[in-house]
């Protein structure tokens, strides 16, 4: 099983009214101070073997914005990662970028540190949508900067969109397709508006002042989206993932496959041969423990055979293909999950074949409580 290494940046140069993420507006000293932590943060892990030995192979960088680190922060944080654990030959090193902040030099700087996919944050290609969630830029931006990256070498382009923002339609949701089509990327990832607490699109939904991202509206645009992707010769191998041919993200796959990953950075996440742990969300606490020389791991949870595979499940059904239906270690039926799974079954959710089980159109729509009831 592939093992993966996450890096949460979390920094952005503003915040998008619908972010719920652990962040702060970037500021150059505290960068680098976090940089400083993080590579401190590599270096104990190294010490304590918390890999055993195992070479990372995909390396994704997440947030927040990577790419308010400078391209010099960038490569030192992979060169550490080179230095600590080793990558593997072919290892996919990704990284999310803001269309806004990225340069010609930047992005050629990247592709010679080793960086070999990007993800850009596009959202959507309609001006007056992004402006209303506090997120101004243009088509014309997100344009440049895909011509930028494929000029510097990246042949593995993301775009990131979101359907169901306060004022969207269904033309303009397709109209954002199309034009995310035109700029040829071989992955897109699109994502439906959730509204998260205590973010400022909450408040104004409260205020009245927005309204509700529309359910139904919704349902259309996940439908539109799939079948134009389909069409434009896309494959859908994940609920809200499309890619080209050979394109998968790597690194997200893994997630989704029940593989080992470790997460560095203030709420970063990891799981690592059954053992799940998180690092503190606060960024001084995270350098404090780090200036201490610990490790800033704030909870750790030892699953139980049982509960790794119940888990596996769980993220393998967000895959189109689904997953291997197989929970008792022993091979005998295991009559509580057996009973769940029929359920969902009779419900309409879920669908058992040739030893695998798999969401069906509706159970994708209901992806998440599925979930906890497996769980
Ligand atoms: S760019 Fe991404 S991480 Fe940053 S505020 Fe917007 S949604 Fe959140």
Same mark, same amino acid.
């Not at 596009?122 to 309609?126: A, E, G």
């Not at 923002?165 to 339609?169: I, K, S």
């Given at each position: 099983m592939p093992l993966g290494l996450y890096i949460h940046v979390p920094f952005c140069r503003t915040r998008c009214h619908f972010c719920a993420f652990y962040l702060h507006i970037h500021r150059e000293d505290k960068a680098q101070a976090f940089v400083e932590a993080l590579l401190c943060e590599m270096r104990l892990h190294a010490l304590r073997n918390s890999l055993e030995g195992r070479r990372i192979e995909t390396l994704y960088f997440g947030g927040g914005t990577p790419t308010t680190l400078s391209p010099d922060q960038l490569c030192r944080i992979v060169e550490q990662g080179r230095r600590c654990f080793g990558l593997a030959d072919h290892a996919e090193i990704s990284l999310e970028a803001h269309p806004? !902040?990225?340069t010609e030099e930047t992005l050629q700087r990247l592709v010679q540190a080793g960086f070999n996919r990007i993800s850009f944050g596009?959202? !959507?290609?309609?001006e007056t949508e992004l402006v209303q969630v506090g997120r101004p830029s243009s088509a014309a931006q997100i344009g440049r900067a895909v011509s930028l990256a494929r000029a510097a070498g990246f042949s593995d382009i993301n775009l990131d969109l979101i359907y169901g923002?306060?004022?969207?339609?269904l033309d303009s949701w397709t109209a954002t397709l199309d034009e995310a089509l035109a700029l040829e990327p071989t992955h897109l990832s699109c994502y439906a508006l959730t509204v998260e607490a205590r973010t400022r699109l909450a408040i104004d939904l409260r205020r009245g002042d927005r309204t509700e991202p529309d359910a139904e509206l919704q349902n259309a645009m996940e439908d539109e989206a799939a079948s134009r992707l389909t069409d434009a010769g896309f494959q859908r191998y994940e609920i809200s993932n499309y890619c080209r041919p050979g394109y998968a993200c790597r690194h997200n796959l893994l997630y989704w496959q029940g593989g080992d990953y470790l997460g560095l950075g203030p709420s970063a996440q990891s799981y690592l041969a059954g053992c799940r742990f998180g690092n503190v969300e606060d960024l001084d606490a995270y350098r404090q423990a780090l200036t201490e020389d610990r490790l800033p791991i704030l909870e750790t949870e030892r699953l139980s055979p049982e509960q790794q595979r119940r888990e596996a499940v769980v993220f393998g059904l967000r895959l189109l293909d689904g997953v291997v239906f197989r929970v008792a270690e022993t091979g005998e039926p295991d009559s509580d999950w057996d009973l769940r799974v029929t359920r969902l079954a009779e419900r309409g959710l879920i669908e058992e074949r040739a030893g695998r089980i798999k969401l069906t159109d509706l159970g994708r729509r209901h992806a998440d409580s599925v979930a906890v009831e497996l769980l």
């Open positions: 806004d !902040s990225v596009m959202q !959507s290609s309609d923002l306060p004022g969207q339609t």
